[in-house]
T-cell receptor
Framework: TQLLEQSPQFLSIQEGENLTVYCNSS?????LQWYRQEPGEGPVLLVT?????EVKKLKRLTFQFGDARKDSSLHITAAQTGDTGLYLC???????????FGGGTRVLVKP | ETGVTQTPRHLVMGMTNKKSLKCEQH?????MYWYKQSAKKPLELMFV???????ENNSVPSRFSPECPNSSHLFLHLHTLQPEDSALYLC???????????FGPGTRLTVT
């Protein structure tokens, strides 16, 4: 059983549609990070959330940290083909602790 | 050159070969990491170095041997690997062991 469960595992949508990716755990995290990884490349950090209930926006991407700091979501509005990639969440249980990664959600945005 | 670089980007090796993966970070960070990314499995942390000292070894087989000669360079020496070791090996760095991690592009390793 993974500490961080991401859902769905795979998502295929048309350009212009919205999508939401979830990252869930039964454990509390002091911080949670979202990465996007494109084929043949390493993960690129998108955002870090640290406060329960926190919402951060990055252009068309909206990230939310659950009130209890056990879960997070990533919402993309009006998806573009450039949003295609593997979205990874990673959490640290306490400051100074190593990151634990979720299994990832592979997103395909079709033109 | 900026960020985290890894060489080679692709490597094919036989089970009896010895090879090394190289990682270099140009960010002035003090911590470096090796991760293994296999298909359909979460990223697995292998090793963590802080100020050139290994601070974490996640039960990695001895056929993987890390080396951190200075805070900017990290190597992963490989010998007598198995086909199941085929994966994308990612290097990352952060200012401190608890800081935000920045990843390199990875080395795609195939063991034949």
């Amino acid at each position: 059983t993974q500490l961080l469960e991401q859902s769905p595992q795979f998502l295929s949508i048309q350009e212009g549609e919205n999508l939401t990716v979830y990252c869930n755990s039964s454990s509390v995290f002091s911080s949670l990070q979202w990465y996007r990884q494109e084929p043949g490349e390493g993960p690129v950090l998108l955002v870090t959330v640290v406060t329960g209930g926190e919402v951060k926006k990055l252009k068309r991407l909206t990230f939310q940290f659950g009130d209890a700091r056990k879960d997070s979501s990533l919402h993309i509005t009006a998806a573009q083909t450039g949003d295609t990639g593997l979205y990874l969440c990673a959490g640290a249980k306490a400051a100074g602790n190593k990151l634990t990664f979720g299994g990832g959600t592979r997103v395909l945005v079709k033109p | 050159e900026t960020g985290v670089t890894q060489t080679p980007r692709h490597l094919v090796m036989g089970m009896t070969n010895k090879k090394s993966l190289k990682c270099e970070q140009h960010l002035g960070h003090n911590a470096m990491y090796w991760y293994k990314q296999s298909a359909k499995k979460p990223l697995e942390l292998m090793f963590v170095y802080s100020l050139e000292e290994r601070v974490e070894n996640n039960s990695v087989p001895s056929r993987f041997s890390p080396e951190c000669p200075n805070s900017s360079h990290l190597f992963l020496h490989l010998h007598t690997l198995q086909p199941e070791d085929s994966a994308l090996y990612l290097c990352a760095s952060s200012q401190t062991p608890s800081g935000l991690q920045y990843f390199g592009p990875g080395t795609r390793l195939t063991v034949t």
